[in-house]
């Protein structure tokens, strides 16, 4: 396989970790998160860091984060929802490995974030929250390689379709 490194974007709960869990098990390679990556490093949670350090605190460590995971090879990296708003960090991902971006419809994303009530974008009214956000990143993950529609497919397929690209 020709590709470096394979690089997951895309809006929260459209599945990049679990798709990129069951890539890296099938490539053999290792899967990485940058959000984990993060929160490992300052032990504490993203919840927490967004609340008592500020978003451009964590923006910065995420930034660090994707510079340190790319520059190895062989890593399916996750990254997070809002990792592709900065240019140094797309510019980053396309230099470094294959971006694949993953998309999911509102419905189908709140469903999935629902379970989930600890990201600090989604606090207050959850509908409201992603259909905004939703809006405002509108074209933010344009620029990856390859975009996927989850919505329909299982998790074998989107993997299948990223490693047939990939290789
Ligand atoms: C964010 C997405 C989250 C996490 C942080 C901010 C965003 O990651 O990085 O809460 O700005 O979209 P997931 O996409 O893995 O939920």
């Known amino acids: 396989m020709s590709t470096r490194n394979i690089v997951l974007v895309g809006f ?7 798709i990129g869990k069951k890539l890296a098990d099938q490539l053999g390679w290792n899967f ?71 998309t999911a419809t509102a419905e189908i994303i709140i469903q999935r974030v629902q379970s989930d009530q600890s990201r600090p974008l989604l606090q207050g009214n959850l509908e409201e929250r992603v259909h905004t956000l939703m809006e405002q990143r509108r074209h933010a993950y344009d620029f990856a390689h390859l975009t996927i529609d989850t919505s329909a497919l299982s998790t074998d397929e989107i993997a299948a379709k990223i490693i047939e690209h990939a290789g």
Request: hydrophobic share 40%; proline share 0%.
């Open 12 to 18: 929260m709960g459209t599945g990049k970790s679990t």
């Open 32 to 102: 990485q998160d940058s959000d984990a990556f993060v929160e490992q490093q300052q032990q504490t949670s993203i919840a927490d860091m967004f609340r008592e350090q500020g978003e451009a605190f964590f923006r910065k460590l995420e930034s660090q984060a994707l510079e340190n995971l790319l520059a190895g090879e062989g890593q399916v990296v996750a990254t997070g929802g809002g990792a592709v708003l900065a240019e140094a960090n797309r510019t980053c991902m396309l230099s470094n490995g294959l971006v694949v971006a993953l």
